[in-house]
């Protein structure tokens, strides 16, 4: 099992700054990608960011430009960091975790989500 535990979300004015971080702890020498996934009101869960344990990241294109995935191994945390934030980013957000175990079943863990407001 993997906790996943997000933070820094909150409310700030278009064109501001946040930092998103997300703590992981349990089994995770089992995950090899990271992400951020967002869920604004009436819509569906979506990608933003993920980070492969490579080194490879990939964006959504509403983003690319605006938001920098990246990681602290020592910590165990991968963090989100958002510039130039629009009102329509105004979501929850969500750390996710993927990875495989010993039986090459798909492991997917997601955390409880934070906060970002984006007032115009």
């Known amino acids: 099992q993997v906790q996943l535990v997000e933070s820094g979300g909150g409310l700030v004015q278009a064109g501001g700054s946040l930092k998103l971080s997300c703590a992981a702890s349990g089994s995770i020498f089992s995950i090899n990608t990271m992400g951020w996934y967002r869920q604004a009101s009436g819509k569906q869960r979506e990608l933003v960011a993920t980070?492969?344990?490579?080194?490879?990241?990939n964006y959504v294109d509403s983003v690319k430009g605006r938001f920098t995935i990246s990681r602290d191994n020592a910590k165990n945390a991968v963090y989100l960091q958002m510039n130039s934030l629009k009102p329509e980013y105004t979501a929850v957000y969500y750390c996710?975790?993927?990875?495989?175990?010993?039986?090459?079943?798909?492991?997917?863990?997601w955390g409880n989500g934070t906060l970002v407001t984006v007032s115009s």
């Open positions: 980070l492969i344990s490579g080194g490879t990241t």
């Open positions: 996710n975790a993927q990875g495989l175990d010993s039986f090459f079943k798909l492991l997917n863990y």
